[in-house]
């Protein structure tokens, strides 16, 4: 940790987490401890995003009168990358899955979660929009209670799928901002920690930029170049936030699919 060997960290966090899991109630305190540290670390990121406009307006104006207009130029292409990316996977792939293994339209899903993905749009948090999505995909979308319960409260925890494309995104702007070409094991790496990084983004807005950190030092780019994004981030947020979103709703429909589908077997006191 001290030479910003940060992958080493989070491989040896997946390890200490799987032996916590298999120990079960041996470990129970860490456990807590554990989780009482994640609480308070996120608290404290709370604190950082009160402030973080004032910084962020900081940043824009030393960039309006430091930077050349191809500055600008490259964040605009970066955000039509961001945006296309973001859309083909909301509007595409998801959809797609969701045909291939429940058989309901785009159409029919769009309808019932429209609700969940303006409220997502609007407050640029999973957490939040966690209340309405549960309504959406039980109400709108026929989810079984118990297993809506368990899958959307699952995948706004650990579901960031638009998270860790925007990520990895990040990752490979800034390798070209600066000058550093990233070779195949380095690209893999960035794709791999980004997903691993998006899982522990908590659901609050702007929290990418937090585990973006992570992804950066993954493969020795300078994690200062992160401001370069500050400016921009907020609006790319509420996109991906209803693509983490969706993802929630989509696999919620696809669990309880799977679920109704499987044979029951017969009591043979019957």
Same mark, same amino acid.
């Given at each position: ?61 030393k960039l309006t009168a430091t930077q050349d207009l191809a500055m600008f130029a490259t964040l605009g292409k970066f955000i039509a990358i961001v945006l296309g990316t973001t ?28 609700? &969940? +993905?303006?409220? =997502?749009? @609007?407050?640029?948090?999973? *957490? ?5 999505? %549960?309504?959406?995909?039980? /109400? ?23 998270? &860790? +494309?925007?990520? =990895?995104? @990040?990752?490979?702007?800034? *390798? ?5 070409? %990233?070779?195949?094991?380095? /690209? ?29 030092? @993954?493969?020795?780019?300078? *994690? ?5 994004? %500050? ?14 979103v969706e993802g929630d709703m989509v696999g919620s429909l696809i669990v309880d699919k799977l679920v109704n589908d499987e044979p029951v077997n017969p009591d043979p006191a019957a």
């Open positions: 940790f001290a030479q910003n060997n940060v992958l080493a960290v989070v491989v040896f966090a997946l390890i200490v987490g799987i032996a916590l899991v298999m120990g079960g109630e041996r470990y129970r305190q860490i456990h807590q401890l554990l989780q009482e540290f994640l609480e308070l670390n996120m608290r404290i990121v709370g604190w950082v995003m009160v402030i973080a406009p004032l910084g962020i307006m900081a940043l824009l104006i859309m083909l996977h909301g509007l595409l792939v998801l959809p797609l899955l969701l045909y291939l293994f429940t058989g309901m339209t785009p159409l029919t899903f769009f309808r019932g979660s429209r609700e &969940a +993905l303006i409220t =997502a749009l @609007a407050t640029s948090s999973s *957490a939040a929009t966690l209340p309405v999505t %549960l309504r959406c995909v039980e /109400q709108n979308l026929g989810v079984k209670r118990d297993v809506a319960g368990f899958v959307a409260p699952l995948g706004a925890t650990i579901n960031m799928d638009g998270t &860790a +494309l925007y990520e =990895a995104a @990040a990752a490979l702007f800034i *390798a070209n901002l600066v000058g550093i070409e %990233l070779n195949l094991i380095q /690209q893999i790496v960035v794709f791999l920690t980004a997903m691993i990084a998006a899982m522990g983004a908590p659901g609050i807005p702007s929290a990418g930029m937090v585990t973006m950190v992570m992804v950066l030092q @993954a493969v020795g780019l300078p *994690a200062e170049a992160i401001a370069i994004l %500050l400016p921009i981030d907020r609006a790319l947020d509420t996109f991906r936030t209803a693509v983490n």
